[in-house]
């Protein structure tokens, strides 16, 4: 049949028809995303109930009643299109936080921020990404699934951050540099010292995102300032060209209502903002992400529960000659010394799950979140009888 060739562009010239279902190579390439094994798969798979979650970095508290409240509420208005600009929320932590609400954007949790911060910012083949190995895995994830580059720096042989490694991935190209204090898995933060090295090394034209989705943790679990953690807050008049991203995910438990927000320079909201879908946070979340930081309460027990708790985890897995990676997270990496998968496959068959670090580049780790007290001696005991075998 002659074809028009106004109408119908020339595809056999190309190396043949991709037809409906091809993806450009860049996502051919990628791999979706492992998250942690739900609670109710576990269960209709063994057949039991009752099993134990430990693989996302959740807080065994749950969300704090007053949030509850303000959700209960906001739902008899699920009929009405959320506040697309999230006015109260944003007015709520820029009071908090000292800021201007301009500068502060919220995201459907701060994994949408992630990926914003690459479109809104990164043109694919032009400009580099900037990370380090082991570190939060959306980082790579994001720049990947749009077509941009990105660099891995090595890191030091107890997996932290190595800085000067990360400065002399620096180049006039990168346009983005993530990193994550403390940093999931490793649960490793950077010092003082370290922070003030990467951000007055990054280029002046990249923008530094300092990802504290557990700040509040590591300001409770350092409270003594012996570890030297620092957030990036302090620095953002030395640097405009600052990006630090929380979440309401981890210590104020709401996971699952999707709330996380970046603190900037207004000119960085302004990009972020052209790019973000209309309603991208609804009205649920917003309504119980603002309640939930009225909840002091809530937040101390959760700090005081990832002491004592993270402190148990550990001592009863170094009991059992596991390696234990220092924390200011709510979470810990546990380094096994031989493959994770089977270890892995036989707590699930104890109705523990946690995280295969697998994907992370860490094959012989899992990572073990918090869990209430009785959840804690549940997973040693777990993982004692795994090991024996
Ligand atoms: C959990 C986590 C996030 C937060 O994800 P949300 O999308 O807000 O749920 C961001 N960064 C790091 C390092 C995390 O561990």
């Avoid at 699952?256 to 900037?264: N, S």
């Avoid at 709510?330 to 995280?355: E, K, M």
Wanted: glycine share 10%.
């Amino acid at each position: 049949m002659a074809r028009d060739p106004d109408l119908a562009p020339d595809l056999e010239g190309l190396d043949g028809d991709p037809g409906p279902f091809a993806v450009p190579d860049h996502i051919g390439r990628l791999e979706p995303y492992q998250a942690g094994k739900p609670i109710e798969e576990l269960e209709r798979e063994l057949g039991v109930t009752g099993v134990l979650k430990m693989a996302s970095n959740e807080s065994p508290l749950g969300p704090s009643s007053v949030a509850l409240e303000a959700a209960r509420r906001a739902m008899a208005e699920a009929h009405l299109y959320p506040d697309p600009s999230c006015f109260a929320l944003r007015r709520g932590l820029a009071h908090r936080l000292g800021v201007d609400p301009a500068e502060i954007v919220i995201g459907g949790g701060s994994n949408e921020l992630i990926h914003l911060l690459v479109r809104a910012f990164c043109l694919p083949g032009r400009d580099v990404v900037v990370t380090h190995r082991h570190a939060f895995i959306s980082y790579v994830i994001a720049a990947r699934t749009h077509g941009v580059e990105v660099i891995e720096a090595p890191v030091r042989a107890d997996l932290r951050c190595d800085v000067d490694a990360l400065c002399d991935a620096f180049g006039p190209r990168t346009r983005l540099v993530f990193v994550a204090t403390p940093n999931n898995p490793t649960g490793a933060h950077l010092a003082r010292g370290e922070l003030e090295q990467i951000l007055e090394r990054a280029p002046a034209r990249a923008l530094v995102v300092v990802d504290e989705a557990y700040h509040e943790y590591a300001v409770a679990l350092d409270a003594d300032g012996a570890r030297g953690f620092q957030s990036s807050q302090p620095y953002r008049s030395m640097r405009p060209a600052l990006v630090t991203l929380r979440t309401f995910s981890k210590i104020y438990g709401l996971a699952g209502l999707r709330v996380g927000y970046a603190i900037c320079d207004r000119r960085a909201a302004n990009g972020l903002d052209r790019t973000r879908r209309p309603f991208n946070v609804n009205s649920v979340a917003q309504a119980a992400a603002l309640a939930a930081l009225e909840d002091e309460d809530h937040l101390a027990r959760a700090c005081e529960a990832a002491r004592s708790g993270l402190a148990a985890l550990a001592s009863g897995f170094t009991a059992l000659g596991l390696t234990v990676h220092p924390t200011l997270g709510n979470f810990l990496l546990v380094g096994l010394g031989r493959d994770a998968s089977p270890i892995y496959q036989g707590l699930l068959r104890h109705g523990v799950i946690t995280r295969p670090m697998g994907a992370w580049g860490l094959p012989q780790h899992l990572r073990v979140s918090l869990a209430a007290p009785p959840g804690l001696a549940r997973a040693v005991e777990a993982m004692r009888a795994v090991l024996r075998g």
